[in-house]
Every structure is written in structure tokens, then in C-alpha cells.
């Protein structure tokens, strides 16, 4: 199985790294202070291969912290706001997309 690190990075508009945290398996960010924060608009967005590259190389070391980064697409607005990028980005983003039964 070949490396993340070793594959072929596409980048075809601004992207983040997303990774889920180890304690407890939620969905974080990687900062642009080599941390990681649970909020989207905290992520550090790049726009080319060697800065996704970088990033991801960075977040992989940290495996004490996160679990499985990966870069991720996401979109800027016109107003600046950081939004998930496609469908998958978005289920983890807001959470479980079925209404669970309550427990008995």
C-alpha cells in the first residue's frame, strides 16, 4: 500500500487537511499553527500540491493527536467564510445524517 505521503497530490482549488482526533474520533482541522482545532474556519487552507504536500506530511507526524488526515476540498466565499468542498466534507462537518431512534 503506498504511502499518502508518496501518492500523486491533485489540487484543484483550495484545500485543508481534516483528520478525526484519537481520544474521541471527531472530525478536526489542521491549523496554521501545527495544531488542530475542531472548527472549519480555523483550518489552514492551501492552494497548491507542495503546500497540501507539507501540510499533510506535518499532520501525519502528529499520531498521537489525530488519526488518518487526508487532504480535503473546500470552498471560500465571497465573504471570506471557509465551507466543505463536497458531500463528504459536509456529512462530517454537521454529523450522522439519520435521526437516531432515543434510547428505552
Not at 484545500?15 to 474521541?24: E, G, K, L, P
Not at 491549523?31 to 472548527?39: A, Q, R
Request: charge should be neutral.
Amino acid at each position: 500500500m503506498t504511502s499518502p505521503l508518496q501518492q500523486k497530490i491533485r489540487i484543484t482549488g483550495p484545500s485543508v487537511v481534516t483528520a478525526n482526533r484519537t481520544s474521541d474520533g471527531v472530525v478536526i482541522w489542521r491549523t496554521g499553527s501545527k495544531g488542530w482545532s475542531t472548527d472549519l474556519t480555523e483550518a489552514a487552507v492551501v492552494r497548491t500540491a507542495e503546500a497540501a504536500r507539507e501540510l499533510l506530511a506535518e499532520a501525519s507526524n502528529d499520531d498521537l493527536g489525530a488519526i488518518g488526515p487526508y487532504i480535503a476540498p473546500v470552498e471560500i466565499k465571497d465573504d471570506g467564510k471557509v465551507m466543505p468542498g463536497n458531500l463528504r466534507e459536509r456529512i462530517r462537518v454537521k454529523g450522522i445524517t439519520i435521526e437516531l431512534p432515543l434510547p428505552a
